[in-house]
């Protein structure tokens, strides 16, 4: 049974960091493409980065491209969210996902982010 686990959400101040991690245990980690959504209260739940396999292509939402990265660590089975220059409409439960086919994917339970100050 695939599990992941994320952790690292929190509370933080507008313009700080924060990195986010999910690692995948039951299965190969190589084998997922994997991806940050996120949802916002009364909002429905939207893709915020994803990474393919070997980590070579990346996506950004364009409400966070500049200021997200994301990276894996195959060796590891995690991946990483790196938030900088947070902001309010970033809050958001964060949610990670793990993708083989159309009908081998899997979700983390979210781990949650508020922007304050």
């Known amino acids: 049974q695939v599990h992941l686990a994320e952790s690292g959400g929190g509370l933080a101040q507008p313009g700080t960091s924060l990195r986010l991690s999910c690692v995948l245990s039951g299965d190969t980690f190589d084998y997922y493409a994997m991806s940050w959504y996120r949802q916002a209260p009364g909002k429905e739940r939207e893709l915020v980065a994803a990474?393919?396999?070997?980590?070579?292509?990346?996506y950004f939402a364009d409400a966070v491209k500049g200021r997200f990265t994301m990276a894996r660590d195959n060796a590891n089975n995690a991946v990483y969210l790196q938030m900088n220059s947070l902001k309010p409409d970033d809050t958001a439960v964060y949610f990670c996902n793990a993708y083989s086919n159309p009908t081998t994917f899997y979700w983390g339970q979210g781990t949650q982010v508020i922007v304050s100050s």
């Open positions: 990474m393919t396999t070997t980590g070579v292509s990346t």
